[in-house]
């Protein structure tokens, strides 16, 4: 059992910790790539060798339970985003709507199905149902999947993008061990995301932007 912990722990440090920090790291180029479709890799053999994730999983939303408090959540982010830029980015408010709606409706989508969900999957479903026997207090686990979250996001190298994303992983981590839902906690995501980008926050999270 021990050997066992110990191989996981060094496994979440190795998937979620390290490589993310090889990823913001100046190393050529093509080992970037080669490091992410690795690790997507071993979790997928690992997840169908250990039936870590089931069909059901992928599919039940349980969004009955949740709208109110996800609502509620939902209006208080569109609210301060749009007030700080307001403040701060007027002129780029809307800018991408404005400028290129058909860039606006496409990333929407791209990062909707190619971002969000993989992000969620591995984030979330994978990491929980792997990691949970490891932890005695789940508050602990609860805590490292949070501040797992942003480390993905240092190859940005932007304070702005860090911020975000410790934020995002404190509503996500609610969202999903709540829900027990990937379904939803990946909608929750995907509407956060696509709204910051819609309101003109892309370029300082790192999304594409028209010239």
């Not at 440090?13 to 180029?29: D, E, G, K, M, T």
């Not at 979790?43 to 996800?70: D, M, P």
């Not at 990333?107 to 969620?120: C, D, G, H, N, T």
């Not at 994303?165 to 061990?177: H, P, Q, R, S």
């Amino acid at each position: 059992m021990t050997n066992q912990k110990n191989y996981l722990i060094t496994e979440l440090i190795i998937l979620f910790v390290l490589i993310p920090i090889l990823l913001a790291s100046p190393i050529p180029s093509f080992l970037k790539p080669l490091s992410v479709l690795t690790a997507i890799g071993y979790c997928i053999v690992i997840s169908r060798k250990n039936k870590l994730i089931t069909f059901k999983a992928i599919y039940q939303i349980n969004f009955k339970e949740h709208w109110k408090r996800i609502s509620i959540t939902a209006i208080c982010v569109f609210l301060a985003s749009l007030f700080f830029m307001y403040l701060f980015h007027p002129d780029d408010l809307f800018i991408v709507v404005k400028k290129s709606p058909l860039m606006w409706f496409g990333i929407l989508f791209f990062y909707a199905i190619f971002s969000v969900y993989p992000q969620e999957l591995a984030y979330r479903s994978y990491f929980f149902t792997r990691y949970d026997s490891i932890f005695k207090n789940k508050n602990y686990l609860l805590l490292i999947n949070i501040l797992v979250f942003p480390i993905a996001h240092l190859m940005f190298n932007n304070m702005m993008v860090l911020l975000v994303t410790l934020i995002g992983g404190i509503l996500f981590t609610i969202t999903y061990n709540k829900s027990k839902s990937l379904l939803l906690t990946s909608i929750e995501h995907a509407i956060y995301g696509n709204w910051l980008f819609t309101i003109g926050m892309g370029e300082m999270l790192a999304f594409p932007i028209p010239s």
